[in-house]
């Protein structure tokens, strides 16, 4: 079933629908608003002893780092007991890999800045943040994927002048800040406007402090999606942001595992119901799931 | 130290903006906060209560609340919007100008009753007796716990981080943000950055305190 | 210049018209009543003396003169004129009436000459030029010129209330009132104090001197007025009051003080 072009009074209600109509006996029978994935019984014994899989199956428990404030890529309202998105959603995919419930999946919010420490200090044992794979990030930490690719957009009040990264010159442009998006807004001669979340910008954009909010594309959608008569989002994509899966650096087996797994999910149908149960609803069409970079020989 | 040497215009230029916003919040919380400080001392009760409301709110608030007054719920009602470094300066001077009049109280207060009297039997108006006796002295008395607020005001400037000012904590979140790996090194430099502009600012403090103390 | 008074001339000057009148003055603290029914006019070159045991209310009649302390029933007025309620009329009158006080109270953070300029440079408008030349002549009258460009805390007491006095002087006052000038001397600095004062009383100055100075009193006063309990008990000149107090509270006090 696919939500394409739906609009988005029926979001909320379609979260819940999309578990409950595609569930088929469930592992652990959850009823949480997510995707169904197969939980893998016995997982523990597929994996080689001495790996962190092995670990996390067999204490049968996972911490995953995900966003808390982007509808659609990682998202948990005041009164939510689980983050949902797309982000989430691999979690779960992963976890169930491990034999893991959903229940039994920590999530803990991480923020643009504490993703490499969360990782690095064994805090998380994922992190699934709308975390764009770059060669610095890298050096430090395991970022496995792609498991999605968006591109950096402008979102605008309906009937801007602002059409396309090319009007941007001279006007505010609000994202977070220290954000990749931000910096680059600031290079296309934007002055760039820097809040703590994307919530606050499109508080800002519709009080009229600002003249456009910017970052990936995917997240966007979702704030247009949310207030379809007051904003858009315009423009072409101007930079392309690749999300990838982190992982520490102490346990590099978990790349191959992360993108066995992930290259399942896309081959067996689990990867489109969870971007149609995610992102989907704001009116994109399902991509093709990107090609994975291989992961680095250790 | 690649970021640095691709970035250091932007770093100067962020500690420029930290400085500008420290410096004109400054001057306005100085006049707000004397301003205030004589209205909380004068004879006119209304002021008097006025000021005092004024410091027991903006005392009272984190800055961060104040910060979030100005720059969500003031855009809100209908007045000529400010731009986003007249809503950092606001903001900080709101905050800051209150402690600004508790400290010049303090140095009002430690200034004997004779002084006000003395210059009042001359025939100063109470203005003038302000301006040319009390306050100078107390602004003497003032000047610690004024340095102080002054040298908090320059490090709460990085609370305008969050609110669209590219200024030095909001840099340094960029470059944190592209080079992971050096993060230490990024707030090291940072922090230095912080560092000389307090010492300093204590440093002139400190020589104004010894030249106003030979003059007594 | 020597400023001692050897002859007690100042008594036998011809009184003038009434200067500083004050009517059925009453003033409370709270529940004190610390100025009762106060009637008293002081001519112009008069100089009075007011004597009385601590607490009695002289330092408050003193302050009602120049509206320091308001009253709460009567009247005061100075030359002819009731004292302005406030506002830059009062700041007017206050010029007219030079003050000085026991703890001498000079700006800390000026210098003696600016001590002695502030009044007529913001209060009269005199020139900063014109106002240094005065206050230069005045603090050579008074003994104190070759201190101009210190601070008054680099200053003896004696020389501080000398000071005092010169800034009072450089408003050119109708009157000046003294709140115990030399209580917070030490003893060698009382006479050089008193003789300025003398000086002044001799060129004739009209003054209200609180003091327990006798040889002052009887040297440069035309009257001691005796206070007790917030009210005027007695006046008569120095000498008669001095040797032959009518009332049994003077007489009393005197008692008292001759003693130490
Ligand atoms: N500001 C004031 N508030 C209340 N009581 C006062 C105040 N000033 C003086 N008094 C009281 O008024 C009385 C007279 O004081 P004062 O005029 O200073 O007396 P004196 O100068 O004769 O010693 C004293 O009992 C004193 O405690
Ligand atoms: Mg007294």
């Known amino acids: 079933m696919r939500f394409t072009r739906s609009r988005t009074l029926l979001a909320a209600a379609g979260l819940t629908l999309a578990g409950a109509l595609s569930a088929c006996g469930n592992a652990g029978g959850s009823d949480s608003e997510s995707t169904d994935v197969n939980v893998e019984e016995n997982a523990a014994d597929s994996f080689e002893d001495g790996t962190r899989m092995k670990e996390l199956a067999q204490d049968g428990k996972i911490t995953i780092g995900v966003k808390y404030d982007q509808p659609g890529i990682g998202f948990k309202g005041a009164a939510d007991d689980a983050p949902t998105g797309l982000d989430p959603e691999m979690g779960r995919i992963l976890a169930a890999s491990l034999g893991i419930d959903d229940q039994d999946i920590t999530w803990k919010e991480t923020i643009s800045d504490n993703r490499e420490p969360f990782l690095q200090k064994g805090e998380v044992d994922l992190v699934i943040a709308s975390y764009s794979i770059t060669d610095e990030r890298r050096q430090i930490v395991g970022q496995a994927g792609p498991y999605y690719v968006t591109g950096q957009q402008l979102l605008v009040k309906k009937g801007s002048d602002i059409k396309g990264p090319d009007d941007v010159k001279g006007k505010s442009v609000c994202s977070v800040t220290g954000s990749t998006s931000l910096e680059q807004i600031e290079a296309k001669g934007a002055k760039a406007r820097g809040f703590d979340t994307y919530s606050e910008c499109r508080d800002q954009l519709l009080d009229g402090s600002v003249d456009a909010a910017t970052t990936d594309g995917a997240i966007l959608l979702g704030y247009a999606a949310e207030d379809p008569d007051n904003l858009e989002v315009v423009g072409p994509t101007f930079s392309e942001e690749r999300y990838g899966i982190g992982y520490s650096k102490d346990s590099p087996e978990m790349c191959q595992w992360i993108v066995d797994t992930l290259k399942k999910a896309e081959d067996d149908g689990t990867w489109d119901k969870a971007f149609e149960a995610t992102l989907g609803k704001s009116g994109v069409d399902t991509p093709t799931p990107p090609e994975m970079d291989a992961c680095p020989s250790s | ?216 | 210049m020597s400023l001692t008074a050897e002859s007690p001339q100042a008594a036998s000057r011809p009184p003038g018209d009434a200067l500083v009148v004050l009517d059925h003055v009453d003033k409370w603290f709270g529940d004190l009543h610390v100025l009762q029914d106060i009637n008293l006019s002081i001519r112009r070159g008069e100089v009075v003396v007011v004597i009385g045991p601590s607490g009695s209310g002289k330092s408050t009649l003193c302050r009602t003169v120049n509206r320091l302390e308001t009253i709460d029933s009567g009247t005061i007025s100075l030359d002819g004129r009731p004292l302005p309620a406030e506002g830059k009329e009062l700041a007017r009158l206050r010029a007219e009436v030079g003050m000085v006080f026991q703890s001498f109270n000079l700006f800390a953070h000026k210098s003696i000459l600016e001590n002695v300029t502030l009044g007529p440079v913001k209060v009269r408008g005199v020139p900063k030029a014109e106002a240094e030349e005065k206050a230069r002549r005045l603090l050579d009258r008074v003994g104190v010129g070759a201190q101009a460009s210190k601070y008054p805390a680099q200053l003896s007491g004696g020389q501080q209330q000398r000071v005092a006095i010169a800034r009072a002087l450089a408003m050119e006052p109708k009157v000046m009132l003294f709140d115990e000038p030399t209580s917070a001397l030490d003893p060698e600095m009382i006479k050089e104090v008193l003789d300025v004062m003398v000086d002044l009383a001799r060129g004739g100055m009209t003054m209200v001197v609180v003091t327990h100075e006798m040889g002052f009193a009887r040297t440069a006063a035309n009257r001691v007025v005796f206070m007790s309990d917030g009210q005027i008990v007695e006046e008569n000149e120095p000498e008669t009051f001095f040797t032959d107090p009518r009332s049994d509270r003077a007489k009393d006090f005197l008692g008292k003080i001759l003693k130490h």
């Open chain 2, 1 to 216: 130290m690649d970021w640095l040497a691709d970035g250091y215009g932007l770093v100067l230029r962020a500690f420029l903006l930290t400085i500008e916003l420290g410096v004109v919040a400054g001057v306005f919380s100085m006049l707000l906060g004397v301003l205030l400080a004589a209205a909380r001392v004068g004879p006119v009760a209304v002021l008097a209560k006025a000021a005092a409301t004024y410091v027991l709110v903006f005392r009272n608030t984190p800055l961060l609340m104040v910060f979030v007054f100005v720059f969500v719920a003031l855009p809100k009602v209908d007045i000529p919007q400010l731009s986003f470094f007249a809503k950092g300066v606001l903001a900080l001077t709101l905050y800051t100008s209150a402690f600004v009049c508790e400290a010049v109280r303090s140095g009002v207060n430690s200034v004997p009753l004779g002084q006000a009297e003395a210059a009042r039997a001359v025939g100063l108006t109470f203005g003038q007796t302000m301006q040319e006796v009390v306050l100078p002295q107390a602004m003497r008395a003032a000047l610690p716990p004024l340095a102080s607020v002054l040298i908090a005001l320059m490090k709460n400037t990085s609370v305008a981080a969050a609110f669209g000012l590219i200024e030095a904590t909001a840099r340094m979140r960029f470059f944190t943000n592209d080079n992971a790996d050096v993060r230490t090194v990024i707030f090291l430099v940072f922090a230095i950055g912080y560092v000389v502009i307090v010492e300093l600012m204590s440093a002139g403090a400190f020589t104004l305190e010894r030249r106003w103390r030979v003059a007594r």
